[in-house]
């Protein structure tokens, strides 16, 4: 599930309530489907205070050529699985570029923490490369011409501090401290052995709060790619790339030369997802272990990493024979979505099966053992296309299929799966359509992506045409 990532479209320029049942006259579903399962017995973590246990069955949303979302800082309940969902942005109406035109909002990937340690404040990102920081109930906290000079990729929140974030500049890592409407940005180390650093698409601060992953463009212009201890100022881990950085340098992209994706593991690994799917050195998903690149995976997959419920480091993926030579998916169908271990890749269970094309979003651990999902349509449907688009089809229970366009929790060790909301954005229009769901760090707030205020079609003046996203919120805590 490759895609070229935010930078294709800089180079073209709450109080959830607790449910008890349906909704009453908005609950459609397909009979004859598997059975309710029963509520498990939870151990770790509470049940989320909103949603429907999954039953198993298809649930067309209602309304879905003319549902209108409220305006920012208000919330509607999702009317197929009751959660209140809280809209934070509106691309159409808040900013303007320069030359007039409007931006689209994004909470980036899902493998990102948008919401911050103190759950108070979110960080979104636009379609201009911008980033800007809004509270969890939608009211401008810093904009975005206050927010300092960055490198490309992303900043991150630290993991205890909720007016603190990381950002790279340069070849040196900043700390941004955030003063009534602006940051303060105080450089904390420099890097003087690269020509620039990066902390480059998809990896978050590590799970203990002292770990963060970087790239750095070295002499010979190839990467380090590196984990980086806030304490210590040292680096823990190294891999020296052997691939060339692209034009741009490691300071303007964030995916660099022939690293498309990093993750830092629960144990502050590195695990990278080289630009090229294959059996070679630096193809596929890599494990970095200090000495070697274990395959993970040769043809990747959206995955994300943390603890299962008994404390052994995990990653969660679609792991098969297909994905990685011997490798069996745990899981009936035999392409399910499973929790692999690190440590052994034939230890896997099955989290979730018969899943839509998906993002992943897992930082967790025995005391939060949630992951949060959210399902996309990969252009094969005509449902999640825009009302104008010549191709647009009704959603039917025909061309409708299960767990589609959802939003949904599901427990680490497959004890429950919630289904929290519809995320209704016509995905199909484009890869920063999806929703790209993330989970707040301590499993309170799940934020995701949607057009859904513009279903036909996004207004002119759009800073990239046919994109026109906001963000959304859950309170699941």
Not at 43 to 64: F, N, Q, R, S, Y
Not at 100 to 125: E, P, R
Not at 376 to 403: H, I, Q, R
Request: glycine residues 10%; proline residues 5%.
């Amino acid at each position: 599930m490759r895609h070229t990532g935010l930078v294709a479209g800089l180079q073209t320029a709450v109080m959830s309530v607790l449910i008890l049942g349906p909704v009453a006259g908005y609950l459609t579903t397909r009979s004859g489907g598997p059975a309710a399962k029963a509520a498990a017995t939870l151990t770790g973590a509470a049940a989320p205070a909103c949603g429907e246990l999954d039953d198993g069955k298809i649930h067309v949303p209602p309304d879905w050529t003319t549902f209108e979302p409220p305006a920012v800082g208000h919330s509607y309940a999702d009317p197929a699985f009751g959660c209140s969902v809280m809209r934070l942005t509106d691309g159409a109406q808040e900013e303007t570029t320069s030359d007039g035109k409007h931006l689209s909002f994004m909470n980036y990937y899902s493998t990102l923490s948008a919401v911050n340690a103190g759950d108070s404040m979110v960080l979104i990102t636009s379609d201009d490369g911008g980033w800007r920081i809004k509270s969890v109930d939608g009211k401008l906290v810093v904009a975005s011409d206050k927010m300092p000079t960055m490198n490309s990729g992303h900043p991150v929140w630290d993991a205890s501090n909720g007016e603190v974030f990381y950002y790279t500049h340069g070849n040196a890592l900043y700390r941004g401290s955030i003063e009534g409407g602006s940051v303060k940005g105080t450089a904390i180390y420099t890097f003087s052995e690269y020509r620039g650093i990066v902390s480059p698409d998809a990896a978050d601060l590590s799970q203990d709060g002292d770990h963060i992953a970087l790239v750095g463009q070295n002499p010979s212009n190839t990467m380090d790619v590196f984990v980086w201890s806030l304490s210590e100022e040292k680096k823990t881990s190294v891999y020296t790339t052997s691939c060339q950085v692209n034009q741009w340098g490691v300071t303007q992209t964030p995916q660099p030369g022939c690293v498309h994706k990093l993750l830092l593991t629960p144990d502050n690994r590195l695990a990278t997802d080289f630009t090229d799917d294959g059996t070679g050195v630096e193809q596929g998903l890599r494990l970095w272990d200090g000495s070697r690149l274990i395959h993970l995976q040769d043809s990747t997959n959206h995955i994300d990493t943390g603890y299962d419920a008994s404390g052994k480091p995990v990653f969660i993926d679609m792991g098969r024979s297909s994905t990685l030579a011997g490798e069996d998916n745990p899981c009936s169908s035999g392409w399910g979505l499973d929790v692999r271990e690190l440590n052994d890749l034939s230890a896997a269970t099955c989290l979730l099966d018969k899943q839509p094309s998906w993002h992943v979003s897992y930082r967790g651990s025995p005391a939060q053992p949630w992951a949060a999902l959210s399902f996309f349509d990969d252009g094969k449907s005509g449902p999640e296309l825009f009302n104008g688009n010549a191709a647009f089809e009704k959603p039917t229970f025909d061309n409708w299929v299960l767990y589609q366009d959802e939003i949904m929790l599901v427990r680490i060790d497959r004890g429950s799966v919630y289904r929290l909301a519809h995320a209704r954005s016509r995905s199909a229009e484009g890869y920063w359509n999806q929703p790209h769901a993330a989970i707040s760090r301590d499993g309170k707030y799940v934020v995701f992506t949607s057009n859904m205020a513009h279903p036909n079609g996004c207004p002119a003046g759009m800073h990239v045409p046919g994109q026109c996203t906001d963000v959304y919120l859950i309170r699941v805590r």
